[in-house]
């Protein structure tokens, strides 16, 4: 018989929390129409992601390496006990969280994170559970980091039941960037896809189908690799892969007036691409890109497509540096709707991307320059918030005025 742990995930915030910031509201416009913003929560270390209980409450990261609950009001609970420890340097640290869809019957929570694998030890999907291999490092490497995927239970003591479901291995020695690290659940709940940067220092792995870095991954719910994904029992290939050429893949969203699946991804200078995934296809880092090197020199000769290569269904240069995306669900207040949404840290703001269907029709930038946007999300209720970038991280709702 399924257990009704609502009230006893109530118990998780029995202890002091942090009390809520309460600034006056904003008002600010947009071609839709004009909206209050404040902030509800402050004092949080570089939020990174999160996702909704089924009783109202936030669930979300702190880079740091700290998980925490919020209240629809903006409370805070203290740190939940029980998370592995996270490589919080650089772009790394504790990354996505979000609960299964299942959540209610299983307190199943999933996240990612930047992970220091010993010896080259490494996590691999097998028939549903995880065990240790070797080979996550160069031969004669004492160990490294990469991007894992873990899942765990939510209880009124913190998490429990921690274990790896998966790590883009190899792991890699030197360097802390680009880590990727977002998490999505199919429309139907059936499979779980994951981001994963291409680790920077070498690039070239995104092109690689042996290697699980710069790569959208596809398991099922239960953590295996699907029989349908595009590579699966090809020798040689990793089967988790279900699209690559990928630099570093922050934002993974459903449309949910289509049941496609989006991807946004950071350029190098320029170059910030979002691509529409599709199962098997090449979406070119390093061979082809739009933007340049940090130095001004070209990449890969100037070339912007080949061959073989997707196209993103838009890019931007200058930069806007896309991280978290989100499209308004049928509960979003009318002003939110029918659009997608990308958090950006630079140029830092709100981009509002209309949708006909799978097409972007128009662009809006809003609170364009008031903070780094790592995550947006939408409340149960309706409401737009927003997750800052930020040493003192704030949770910012947005309203329709």
């Known amino acids: 018989m399924p257990i009704n742990r609502r009230p006893l995930l109530a118990a998780l915030l029995a202890s002091p929390a942090l009390a809520r910031a309460q600034p006056p509201a904003e008002t600010a416009s947009s071609e839709r129409g004009a909206f209050h913003w404040r902030s509800i929560a402050s004092g949080l270390e570089h939020p990174w992601g999160g996702g909704f209980l089924p009783d109202g409450r936030l669930l979300l990261s702190e880079r740091a390496g700290r998980a925490r609950l919020m209240d629809p009001d903006g409370t805070l609970s203290p740190p939940l006990p029980g998370l592995p420890e996270v490589v919080a340097e650089g772009q790394g640290g504790l990354l996505d969280m979000q609960p299964a869809p299942d959540f209610a019957t299983t307190s199943e929570v999933f996240f990612t994170s930047a992970t220091f694998v010993q010896g080259g030890a490494a996590a691999l999907v097998q028939g549903g559970a995880a065990t240790l291999v070797q080979g996550g490092a160069a ?7 990469l991007t894992r995927l873990s899942r765990a239970r939510l209880t009124p003591r913190g998490f429990e039941a921690v274990r790896p479901v998966l790590d883009a291995t190899p792991a890699q020695a030197r360097g802390r960037l680009h880590y990727g690290g977002r998490i999505a659940f199919s429309p139907d709940g059936a499979h779980i896809f994951l981001t994963t940067g291409e680790r920077n220092n070498e690039r070239e792995r995104a092109q690689k189908l042996n290697d699980l870095a710069g790569k959208v991954i596809r398991l099922t719910r239960q953590g295996e690799i699907p029989r349908d994904n595009p590579f699966f029992g090809r020798e040689g290939l990793r089967g988790e892969i279900f699209t690559y050429g990928h630099r570093n893949p922050q934002g993974i969203a459903f449309n949910p007036a289509s049941g496609s699946l989006f991807v946004a991804e950071y350029g190098p200078r320029g170059g910030d691409e979002l691509n529409l995934i599709l199962p098997g296809r090449n ?28 196209e993103p269904l838009r890019h931007w240069v200058p930069s806007v540096s896309p991280s978290g995306i989100n499209f308004a669900p049928a509960r979003a207040q009318p002003l939110w709707r029918g659009a997608l949404y990308l958090a950006c840290l630079n140029t830092p703001g709100l981009l509002r991307l209309q949708m006909e269907g799978d097409a972007v029709v128009a662009e809006e930038r809003l609170l364009w320059g008031r903070a780094r946007m790592r995550q947006v999300l939408f409340a149960p209720d309706g409401g737009l918030l927003l997750l800052t970038d930020e040493s003192r991280g704030r949770v910012l709702r947005l309203d329709a005025a």
């Open 139 to 145: 031969a004669g490497v004492e160990g490294g980091v």
């Open 283 to 310: 979406f070119g880092w390093p061979d082809v890109s739009y933007g340049r090197e940090y130095s001004g020199r070209q990449i890969a000769g100037g070339r912007t497509s080949a061959p073989g290569i997707t």
